[in-house]
Nanobody, 118 residues
Framework: QVQLVESGGGLVQTGGSLRLTCAASGFRFSITGMGWYRQAPGKQRELVAHITSLGSTNYADSVKGRFTVSRDNAKNTVYLQMDSLKPEDTAVYYC????????????WGQGTQVTVSS
């Protein structure tokens, strides 16, 4: 059974930092690309950062230079280091995995709230 469990969210002031963690299980993590998405109230869920199985990364323009996605295949964990946080980064952050077996399935974690105060 695929599970994605996020942690590390919280309340931080503008300019502060947080590190989100997503612990994955139930699939071959090392060969799976992992993503971080966020959804602010009244807005659509958007891609924040993605890391391929080989470690290549891409970011939303709004977080480039401030956020860093990384992975530890030995721990089946993906991280999102968020620096220089802004109030507009306030959202629920979700971990995402697209698992390819006989079929392709998309999985989401339960989300973790990040609130940046001005």
């Amino acid at each position: 059974q695929v599970q994605l469990v996020e942690s590390g969210g919280g309340l931080v002031q503008t300019g502060g930092s947080l590190r989100l963690t997503c612990a994955a299980s139930g699939f071959r993590f090392s060969i799976t690309g992992m993503g971080w998405y966020r959804q602010a109230p009244g807005k659509q869920r958007e891609l924040v950062a993605h890391i391929t199985s080989l470690g290549s990364t891409n970011y939303a323009d709004s977080v480039k230079g401030r956020f860093t996605v990384s992975r530890d295949n030995a721990k089946n964990t993906v991280y999102l280091q968020m620096d220089s946080l802004k109030p507009e980064d306030t959202a629920v952050y979700y971990c995402n995995a697209v698992v390819v077996r006989l079929t392709t399935s998309t999985y989401w974690g339960q989300g973790t709230q990040v609130t940046v105060s001005s």
